[in-house]
């Protein structure tokens, strides 16, 4: 699969078959920091991520 990360970085991750919690775990990402799409829509951290999909990790921002 085909990751993009927030800063804009692309990695081809091996991983099949696995949840989005796991996906970025596996990173070193906060869930609660981020939105997560799978080919071009938000899913829920217990999603699946297979080899074919295309995951963009987007950053949230938030402030006070």
């Given at each position: ?30 869930p ?33």
């Amino acid at each position: 699969m085909i990751v993009t990360l927030p800063d804009g970085e692309k990695r081809l991750l091996t991983l099949n078959g696995c949840s989005i919690k796991y996906l970025l775990d596996e990173l070193g990402i906060n869930p609660l920091e981020v939105l997560v799409a799978k080919n071009g829509r938000i899913v829920p951290e217990d999603d699946l991520a297979e080899k074919d999909d295309e995951i963009k990790v987007i950053r949230v921002v938030h402030g006070g």
